[in-house]
Protein backbone atom coordinates (compact mmCIF):
# COMPACT_ATOMS: atom_id res chain seq x y z
CA UNK A 1 0.00 0.00 0.00
CA UNK A 2 2.73 2.37 0.69
CA UNK A 3 4.55 2.03 -2.41
CA UNK A 4 0.96 2.66 -4.05
CA UNK A 5 1.07 5.66 -2.17
CA UNK A 6 4.67 6.58 -3.25
CA UNK A 7 4.31 5.69 -6.69
CA UNK A 8 0.82 8.52 -7.17
CA UNK A 9 2.09 11.11 -5.15
CA UNK A 10 3.64 13.11 -7.66
CA UNK A 11 0.47 12.30 -10.15
CA UNK A 12 -1.47 13.43 -7.52
CA UNK A 13 0.45 16.45 -6.74
CA UNK A 14 0.47 17.31 -10.45
CA UNK A 15 -3.32 16.62 -10.81
CA UNK A 16 -4.26 18.79 -8.38
CA UNK A 17 -1.89 21.69 -9.95
CA UNK A 18 -3.35 21.62 -13.26
CA UNK A 19 -6.68 21.63 -11.21
CA UNK A 20 -6.41 24.88 -9.67
CA UNK A 21 -5.16 26.55 -12.78
CA UNK A 22 -7.22 25.29 -15.62
CA UNK A 23 -10.39 25.30 -13.50
CA UNK A 24 -10.00 29.30 -13.38
CA UNK A 25 -9.01 29.76 -16.88
CA UNK A 26 -12.23 27.42 -17.97
CA UNK A 27 -14.39 29.96 -16.21
CA UNK A 28 -12.81 32.48 -19.41
CA UNK A 29 -12.68 30.25 -21.81
CA UNK A 30 -16.24 28.96 -21.20
CA UNK A 31 -17.91 32.36 -20.52
CA UNK A 32 -16.09 33.87 -23.97
CA UNK A 33 -17.76 30.92 -25.76
CA UNK A 34 -14.20 29.68 -27.54
CA UNK A 35 -14.72 26.28 -25.42
CA UNK A 36 -12.24 24.43 -28.19
CA UNK A 37 -9.86 27.48 -27.94
CA UNK A 38 -7.92 25.12 -25.54
CA UNK A 39 -8.00 21.81 -28.24
CA UNK A 40 -6.63 24.02 -30.50
CA UNK A 41 -3.98 25.98 -29.02
CA UNK A 42 -2.98 22.29 -27.58
CA UNK A 43 -2.51 21.21 -30.86
CA UNK A 44 -0.94 24.02 -31.58
CA UNK A 45 1.48 22.98 -28.97
CA UNK A 46 1.74 19.53 -30.05
CA UNK A 47 2.70 20.88 -33.78
CA UNK A 48 5.68 22.70 -32.47
CA UNK A 49 6.72 19.12 -30.07
CA UNK A 50 6.61 17.36 -33.24
CA UNK A 51 7.94 19.52 -35.30
CA UNK A 52 11.03 19.86 -32.69
CA UNK A 53 11.04 15.75 -33.04
CA UNK A 54 11.69 15.87 -36.39
CA UNK A 55 14.43 17.91 -35.91
CA UNK A 56 16.05 15.19 -33.73
CA UNK A 57 14.86 15.83 -30.44
CA UNK A 58 12.93 13.92 -27.98
CA UNK A 59 9.41 15.15 -26.87
CA UNK A 60 9.86 15.92 -23.40
CA UNK A 61 13.08 17.89 -24.20
CA UNK A 62 13.72 21.29 -23.67
CA UNK A 63 14.07 22.04 -27.13
CA UNK A 64 10.81 20.86 -27.78
CA UNK A 65 8.98 22.90 -24.93
CA UNK A 66 10.48 25.99 -26.39
CA UNK A 67 9.41 24.87 -29.62
CA UNK A 68 5.65 24.40 -28.50
CA UNK A 69 5.64 27.17 -26.70
CA UNK A 70 7.12 29.76 -29.81
CA UNK A 71 4.01 28.32 -31.21
CA UNK A 72 1.69 29.08 -29.05
CA UNK A 73 2.20 32.31 -29.45
CA UNK A 74 1.96 32.53 -33.08
CA UNK A 75 -1.61 30.84 -32.20
CA UNK A 76 -2.60 33.63 -29.32
CA UNK A 77 -1.58 36.22 -32.03
CA UNK A 78 -4.27 34.49 -34.54
CA UNK A 79 -6.87 34.42 -31.71
CA UNK A 80 -6.32 38.07 -30.64
CA UNK A 81 -6.35 39.21 -34.18
CA UNK A 82 -9.41 36.99 -35.16
CA UNK A 83 -11.91 38.65 -32.87
CA UNK A 84 -13.75 41.22 -34.45
CA UNK A 85 -16.39 43.46 -33.76
CA UNK A 86 -18.67 42.38 -37.05
CA UNK A 87 -18.62 38.79 -36.68
CA UNK A 88 -18.37 37.73 -40.24
CA UNK A 89 -16.73 35.26 -39.46
CA UNK A 90 -16.94 33.60 -35.93
CA UNK A 91 -14.03 33.04 -33.95
CA UNK A 92 -15.12 28.96 -33.20
CA UNK A 93 -14.36 28.74 -37.09
CA UNK A 94 -11.09 30.37 -36.92
CA UNK A 95 -10.16 28.08 -33.92
CA UNK A 96 -11.85 24.94 -35.57
CA UNK A 97 -9.43 25.68 -39.18
CA UNK A 98 -6.43 26.30 -36.48
CA UNK A 99 -7.19 22.58 -34.70
CA UNK A 100 -8.23 20.62 -37.85
CA UNK A 101 -4.61 22.10 -39.86
CA UNK A 102 -2.34 21.71 -36.67
CA UNK A 103 -3.60 18.10 -36.07
CA UNK A 104 -2.96 17.53 -40.09
CA UNK A 105 0.23 19.10 -39.78
CA UNK A 106 1.38 17.24 -36.48
CA UNK A 107 0.26 13.31 -38.19
CA UNK A 108 1.62 14.31 -41.33
CA UNK A 109 4.72 15.00 -39.67
CA UNK A 110 4.88 12.22 -37.41
CA UNK A 111 4.28 9.73 -40.22
CA UNK A 112 7.60 10.87 -40.96
CA UNK A 113 9.19 10.67 -37.76
CA UNK A 114 10.81 7.70 -35.51
CA UNK A 115 8.61 6.30 -33.22
CA UNK A 116 5.64 8.66 -34.52
CA UNK A 117 2.52 6.42 -33.44
CA UNK A 118 4.15 6.20 -29.62
CA UNK A 119 4.10 9.95 -30.15
CA UNK A 120 0.82 10.63 -30.83
CA UNK A 121 -0.40 8.40 -28.04
CA UNK A 122 1.60 10.62 -25.98
CA UNK A 123 0.42 13.49 -26.89
CA UNK A 124 -3.15 12.82 -26.36
CA UNK A 125 -3.49 11.40 -22.87
CA UNK A 126 0.16 12.21 -22.01
CA UNK A 127 2.35 10.52 -19.37
CA UNK A 128 0.99 11.89 -16.51
CA UNK A 129 2.10 8.75 -13.88
CA UNK A 130 5.57 9.25 -14.80
CA UNK A 131 5.82 12.97 -13.57
CA UNK A 132 8.86 13.48 -10.92
CA UNK A 133 8.75 15.92 -8.02
CA UNK A 134 11.00 17.99 -10.13
CA UNK A 135 8.19 18.26 -12.79
CA UNK A 136 5.66 19.36 -10.22
CA UNK A 137 8.26 22.54 -8.76
CA UNK A 138 8.64 23.22 -11.86
CA UNK A 139 4.64 23.16 -12.99
CA UNK A 140 4.23 25.27 -9.90
CA UNK A 141 6.50 27.74 -10.77
CA UNK A 142 5.15 28.79 -13.60
CA UNK A 143 1.67 28.39 -12.83
CA UNK A 144 2.07 30.08 -9.84
CA UNK A 145 3.75 33.31 -11.83
CA UNK A 146 0.75 33.00 -14.19
CA UNK A 147 -1.55 33.01 -11.61
CA UNK A 148 -0.23 36.54 -10.33
CA UNK A 149 -0.26 37.99 -13.66
CA UNK A 150 -4.05 36.95 -13.78
CA UNK A 151 -4.87 38.12 -10.37
CA UNK A 152 -2.84 41.78 -10.71
CA UNK A 153 -4.84 41.96 -14.18
CA UNK A 154 -8.02 40.49 -13.17
CA UNK A 155 -10.49 43.80 -13.77
CA UNK A 156 -9.70 44.18 -17.48
CA UNK A 157 -9.75 39.84 -17.78
CA UNK A 158 -12.49 39.12 -15.92
CA UNK A 159 -14.48 41.96 -17.73
CA UNK A 160 -13.53 41.15 -21.36
CA UNK A 161 -14.54 37.39 -20.77
CA UNK A 162 -17.78 38.58 -18.41
CA UNK A 163 -19.27 41.90 -20.39
CA UNK A 164 -17.31 42.29 -24.01
CA UNK A 165 -19.53 45.25 -24.25
CA UNK A 166 -18.68 47.30 -21.11
CA UNK A 167 -15.22 46.12 -21.81
CA UNK A 168 -15.43 48.30 -25.49
CA UNK A 169 -17.29 51.12 -23.88
CA UNK A 170 -14.76 51.43 -21.81
CA UNK A 171 -12.24 51.85 -24.51
CA UNK A 172 -9.91 48.88 -23.68
CA UNK A 173 -7.73 48.07 -26.53
CA UNK A 174 -9.42 44.32 -26.94
CA UNK A 175 -6.94 42.81 -29.24
CA UNK A 176 -4.03 43.70 -27.08
CA UNK A 177 -5.55 42.14 -23.53
CA UNK A 178 -6.36 39.46 -25.85
CA UNK A 179 -3.14 38.58 -26.74
CA UNK A 180 -1.59 38.94 -23.32
CA UNK A 181 -4.87 36.78 -22.26
CA UNK A 182 -3.76 33.85 -24.81
CA UNK A 183 -0.12 33.94 -24.31
CA UNK A 184 -0.52 33.30 -20.38
CA UNK A 185 -2.95 30.54 -21.14
CA UNK A 186 -0.43 29.30 -23.80
CA UNK A 187 1.84 29.00 -21.60
CA UNK A 188 0.08 27.05 -19.37
CA UNK A 189 -1.55 24.75 -21.67
CA UNK A 190 1.85 23.92 -23.39
CA UNK A 191 3.37 23.10 -20.18
CA UNK A 192 0.34 20.83 -18.83
CA UNK A 193 0.00 19.32 -22.51
CA UNK A 194 4.01 18.12 -21.97
CA UNK A 195 2.95 16.75 -19.07
CA UNK A 196 -0.84 15.38 -19.23
CA UNK A 197 -1.51 15.52 -22.86
CA UNK A 198 -4.41 17.18 -24.51
CA UNK A 199 -7.23 15.04 -24.05
CA UNK A 200 -6.58 15.83 -20.36
CA UNK A 201 -5.89 19.34 -20.24
CA UNK A 202 -8.96 19.69 -22.55
CA UNK A 203 -10.92 18.01 -19.43
CA UNK A 204 -9.82 20.15 -16.83
CA UNK A 205 -10.30 23.44 -17.93
CA UNK A 206 -13.46 22.90 -19.46
CA UNK A 207 -15.86 20.10 -17.60
CA UNK A 208 -15.47 21.44 -14.27
CA UNK A 209 -16.35 25.03 -15.24
CA UNK A 210 -19.31 23.56 -16.72
CA UNK A 211 -20.48 21.23 -13.75
CA UNK A 212 -20.38 24.91 -11.55
CA UNK A 213 -22.39 26.65 -14.19
CA UNK A 214 -25.05 23.99 -13.94
CA UNK A 215 -25.50 25.38 -10.26
CA UNK A 216 -24.43 28.93 -10.27
CA UNK A 217 -24.27 32.19 -12.01
CA UNK A 218 -21.73 33.10 -8.85
CA UNK A 219 -17.71 33.76 -10.14
CA UNK A 220 -16.46 32.68 -6.71
CA UNK A 221 -18.85 29.69 -6.31
CA UNK A 222 -18.23 28.50 -9.72
CA UNK A 223 -14.03 28.81 -8.74
CA UNK A 224 -15.03 26.88 -5.29
CA UNK A 225 -17.59 23.90 -6.84
CA UNK A 226 -14.84 23.35 -9.78
CA UNK A 227 -11.61 23.27 -7.66
CA UNK A 228 -13.51 20.90 -5.59
CA UNK A 229 -14.86 18.80 -8.48
CA UNK A 230 -11.18 19.10 -10.09
CA UNK A 231 -10.08 17.42 -6.58
CA UNK A 232 -12.01 14.87 -6.05
CA UNK A 233 -12.10 13.43 -9.91
CA UNK A 234 -8.24 13.65 -9.40
CA UNK A 235 -8.63 11.30 -6.58
CA UNK A 236 -10.95 8.75 -8.02
CA UNK A 237 -8.95 9.05 -11.52
CA UNK A 238 -5.90 8.18 -9.64
CA UNK A 239 -7.41 5.71 -7.37
CA UNK A 240 -9.35 3.56 -10.45
CA UNK A 241 -6.18 3.94 -12.93
CA UNK A 242 -4.36 2.27 -9.84
CA UNK A 243 -7.06 -0.26 -8.94
CA UNK A 244 -7.56 -1.58 -12.45
CA UNK A 245 -4.39 -1.18 -14.06
CA UNK A 246 -6.07 1.09 -16.33
CA UNK A 247 -4.10 3.95 -18.64
CA UNK A 248 -4.02 7.24 -15.57
CA UNK A 249 -5.13 10.00 -18.33
CA UNK A 250 -8.21 7.72 -19.74
CA UNK A 251 -9.05 7.19 -16.66
CA UNK A 252 -9.33 10.73 -15.01
CA UNK A 253 -10.78 12.16 -18.61
CA UNK A 254 -13.72 9.39 -18.51
CA UNK A 255 -14.19 10.17 -14.57
CA UNK A 256 -14.76 13.51 -15.46
CA UNK A 257 -17.36 12.44 -18.20
CA UNK A 258 -19.19 10.55 -15.62
CA UNK A 259 -18.58 12.97 -13.13
CA UNK A 260 -20.44 15.72 -16.02
CA UNK A 261 -23.46 13.37 -16.60
CA UNK A 262 -24.09 13.07 -12.77
CA UNK A 263 -23.71 16.95 -12.11
CA UNK A 264 -26.49 17.16 -14.74
CA UNK A 265 -28.91 14.46 -12.86
CA UNK A 266 -27.77 16.67 -10.12
CA UNK A 267 -29.22 19.42 -11.69
CA UNK A 268 -32.35 18.10 -12.96
CA UNK A 269 -33.52 16.41 -9.67
CA UNK A 270 -32.85 19.89 -7.87
CA UNK A 271 -34.93 21.80 -10.33
CA UNK A 272 -37.53 19.17 -9.82
CA UNK A 273 -37.26 19.75 -5.91
CA UNK A 274 -37.54 23.77 -6.39
CA UNK A 275 -34.36 24.37 -4.76
CA UNK A 276 -32.87 25.54 -7.80
CA UNK A 277 -34.50 28.13 -10.45
CA UNK A 278 -34.21 27.06 -14.21
Known amino acids: MSEIIGLLAAPFAICLILAGIHCYLGLHVVSRGVIFVDLSLAQVAALGATTALLGGYDLQSQEAYLTSLFFTFIGAAIFALSRMREER ?12 VGSSAAILILDRAPHGHEAIKSMLVGSVLYVTWNDVW ?3 TIYLAIGIIHYLLRRKFMLISMNLQEARRL ?14 FGIVVTSSVKIAG ?3 VFSYLVIPSVCAMLFTNSIGKRLAIGWTIGFLVSILGLY ?3 LFDLPTGSTVVTTFGAVLILSGLARLAILRAGWLKA
Open 198 to 200: VLL
Open 138 to 140: VTL
Open 171 to 184: GLFIRFWDFLFYVT
Open 89 to 100: IPQEAIIGVVYA
Open 240 to 242: FSA
